[in-house]
């Protein structure tokens, strides 16, 4: 995981996880919609598998 991409993951966490699928993305959406921090920890997660 890179540092911009992680940077970008506590800011717009939508977008950091843009190129790992559809279902990611929309996952990570709905739980930035229900709280900012579940939304930035679930995308610091997907940003972090390999």
Known sequence: MSFL??????????????DKGCGSVLIVTLLWFCGWIPGVIAALVIVNKR
Not at 5 to 15: C, E, G, S
């Open 5 to 18: 991409r992680a940077v970008i993951a506590i800011f717009l966490p939508p977008l950091a996880v843009l």
